[in-house]
């Protein structure tokens, strides 16, 4: 029976048969095999091939038991540990993240106020600017989904706590401006703190501020799929996300 997820999942990368086998070293007529006569390829042909497409290989091969099982098992040992409350979790595991990153720091959050207000984040983003690629997305505070994260926290004022971080982060702005700022208007329902292959995933918990809500941290590993779904979620916003412009900071006076 053919493997109609498969083929799907390759077209929805804007990839060829040919593109997936070379990515894989394999020979594109056993990638066709996999395909059309829905041949189950090897378990690390399996988490390679869901690698490479950005989904779960549970989706691609369901009725493989052995796959289903596997993938849990490796999604769960992405999981280094769960904080049941952010305020919880150690003061400088967030610097020490971002300071082992070598080529990627990504923040998604609406405010993220706690790490506009540490000068040694500051320090360590300015660090790593000219080496690495550092995409800041905050919330865009005039847009609803801001206003509606207030009122689900119990307060009005997420916009003003996004402009203030917007002034907080001004100056870095200007002393490294290869560092990438942008406002995004998504709903969220996580805020996710990504260094390479290291992740702090902050869950949003409707009537609780984010500092009660869990953390999970989270380790990439080749094959599973938990650190890589919410990896894909910066990408999109990102993609959706417009500059910060002179306007968006408050006016003096």
């Not at 916009?159 to 917007?166: D, I, M, S």
């Not at 406002?183 to 969220?188: E, P, Q």
């Amino acid at each position: 029976m053919p493997n109609e997820k498969l083929r799907s999942a390759i077209l929805a990368r804007g990839l060829s048969v040919r593109d997936l086998a070379d990515r894989l070293g394999v020979d594109p007529k056993t990638v066709e095999r996999w395909i059309t006569k829905g041949i189950t390829p090897y378990r690390r042909h399996q988490y390679a091939t869901a690698s490479a497409l950005g989904v779960d290989a549970a989706l691609l091969w369901p009725e493989d038991e052995r796959t289903v099982t596997s993938a849990a098992d490796l999604s769960r040992a992405e999981i280094v540990t769960v904080y049941p409350h952010r305020h919880v979790v150690p003061g400088g595991l967030w610097r020490e993240m971002y300071q082992r990153a070598e080529k990627r720091l990504d923040v998604l959050a609406y405010a993220g106020g706690f790490l506009s207000e540490d000068p040694l984040f500051f320090s360590v983003l300015e660090h790593k600017a000219s080496t690495a690629e550092i995409r800041m997305l905050l919330g865009d505070p005039e847009c609803q989904a801001v206003s509606q994260r207030g009122i689900d926290e119990g307060h009005m004022a997420m916009g003003h706590k996004v402009r203030n971080a917007l002034v907080n982060y001004r100056p870095l702005m200007r002393r490294a401006p290869d560092i990438g700022f942008r406002l995004h208007s998504t709903t969220l329902y996580n805020s996710i703190f990504r260094a390479d292959d290291e992740m702090l995933v902050n869950t949003h918990v409707y009537g609780l501020g984010a500092y009660l809500a869990p953390v999970l941290h989270l380790r990439r590993l080749p094959g599973a799929g938990l650190f890589d779904t919410y990896a894909q979620s910066i990408d999109r916003t990102w993609e959706g996300a417009r500059p910060v412009t002179d306007d968006d900071f408050p006016k003096a006076g």
